[in-house]
């Protein structure tokens, strides 16, 4: 499974159940609330000022593993 930042976070955390905690160690404390679910994960990315293609990598690679 791959990940794209183009994804909504909604969308995400329901595709794996590690993606949530990733977000969350990430900086990402809002993933409960409502806007989150709509938001794209670049769009929250530059919410909290993360480089969203690091990111990505990040969790593509730990997904790749599994």
């Known amino acids: 499974m791959q ?4 994804m909504l976070i909604g969308d995400l955390v329901q595709k794996h ?19 989150a679910q709509m938001e794209t994960l670049e769009e929250a990315c530059m919410v909290h000022g993360l480089d969203c293609d690091t990111l990505v990598s990040g969790i593509n690679e730990v997904l790749a593993d599994k």
């Open 3 to 6: 990940i794209s930042k183009d």
């Open 17 to 35: 159940e590690l993606i949530a905690p990733m977000l969350m160690r990430a900086g990402m404390h809002c993933l409960g609330c409502p806007s």
